[in-house]
């Protein structure tokens, strides 16, 4: 896993097909991953990359070169994954106000410890945490291509991964807070901390 | 302050909760949803075919109008013919229905239908029906009698002598003599 999406080598001519078929094809397996973390929900984040690529090709004609089309592109696709998950939790409100003063769907036990449990907490995060948790530890982008790619400081990746890190701790475990570069302790835990999930 | 890192089991962890549940499926970029937004916007080719069939038209429009009796005539049968197909009322559309062929004379039209059956009164237009396209009931065989109907009147007048034309036929075979 490296950081495949640092490198669009090719120019992008703003409002040429080709050259924005060239980045669907390379940016799409990247915003799908964050896009499902941010969302939870693998058919809403495939709904939310096309959408994206829908706006980013009406936009594509008016595309200024000197930005990266990758940042571009990852902005559009956050933007729209953060307007999903507000509709999202307005019907979920609505919902849930249907469903006042009906018992509620006990959680079923299967549920307990799947990979789900991962995309759940991350899906909880703030989108903008999620996103660049994703582009941290699964994609393997360094915190200054982060920085780059979203137009931000890397101080503010840095809070950002280290936020995620918490949240993710304290809802799967402290395996997720992360250890320290130098340290020699994979695989050790640590004496006052929470070890209940297990990794399967 | 250096950051922290996370293992690479729970890295793997996090690559198979997003691996597995987003399987990685990427449709075509033709088959991607902004490509139906391109098909939108009109190609040349689609432009071409669109200038093709507004010259044919304007060419149509302007022999119906403008050209000699004999296309003009072939046009507007035509049109009249393809109004009648999709059921519009042509009545005004055609100064000369007299020439519809027997499939004009659909139930569907009353206003046509008498026409079609009464094809002689129409006096302006018949003089140059023996030569056009003409129906079976002006006859393959008589050449007689619908000239004779028209020349009579010259002008609107037809309508006042019916149905004088195929039937009586000799009234007015020398009156035609002079017409067309």
């Known amino acids: ?200 | 302050m250096p950051e922290r890192e996370l293992s690479e089991q729970i890295r793997r962890r996090l690559s198979a909760a997003l691996d597995d549940g987003a399987p990685l499926v990427a449709p075509l970029p033709s088959q991607a949803r902004f490509a139906t937004l391109h098909g939108a916007t009109p190609s040349p080719r689609w432009r071409l075919r669109a200038l093709t069939v507004a010259a044919a038209a304007a060419g149509i429009a302007v022999v119906a109008f403008a050209g000699s009796p004999q296309p003009r005539q072939w046009v507007v049968q035509t049109v009249n013919g393809i109004t009648k197909q999709v059921g519009i009322p042509a009545g005004s559309v055609s100064p000369s229905p007299r020439d519809e062929s027997p499939t004009s004379g659909q139930a569907n039209e009353p206003t046509e239908s008498p026409e079609a059956t009464q094809e002689p009164r129409e006096s302006p237009e018949p003089a140059e029906s023996p030569d056009g396209d003409d129906t079976p009931q002006s006859g393959p065989g008589q050449p007689q009698p619908s000239p004779t109907a028209e020349p009579s009147d010259g002008g609107g007048g037809g309508d006042h002598s019916p149905e004088p034309t195929p039937s009586s036929g000799d009234g007015g075979s020398d009156s035609g003599g002079d017409g067309r």
């Open chain 1, 1 to 200: 896993m490296g950081a495949e999406g640092e490198a669009t080598s090719a120019a992008s001519r703003p409002g040429n097909r080709d050259d924005f078929d060239r980045l669907y094809r390379e940016n799409y397996p990247r915003l799908l991953r964050i896009l499902y973390a941010i969302t939870g929900d693998a058919a809403a984040a495939e709904d939310c990359v096309q959408e994206a690529f829908m706006k980013a090709w009406r936009a594509w004609p008016r595309f200024r070169p000197e930005r990266a089309p990758e940042g571009w592109l990852h902005q559009i696709a956050v933007n729209t994954a953060i307007s999903y998950r507000r509709r999202a939790k307005l019907r979920s409100v609505g919902e849930i106000l249907r469903r006042l003063g009906r018992p509620a769907a006990g959680r079923d036990p299967g549920d307990a410890a799947t990979v789900a449990d991962v995309v759940k907490a991350l899906a909880a995060l703030p989108p903008r945490v999620a996103a660049d948790f994703v582009l941290r530890y699964h994609h393997g982008y360094n915190n200054r291509e982060i920085a780059r790619l979203e137009g931000v400081s890397e101080r503010t990746v840095g809070a950002r991964l280290a936020q995620a890190r918490d949240e993710l701790s304290r809802r799967l475990g402290p395996e997720w807070r992360g250890e320290l570069p130098t340290s020699k302790t994979a695989g050790v835990h640590f004496p006052g901390e929470r070890s209940g999930v297990s990794d399967a």
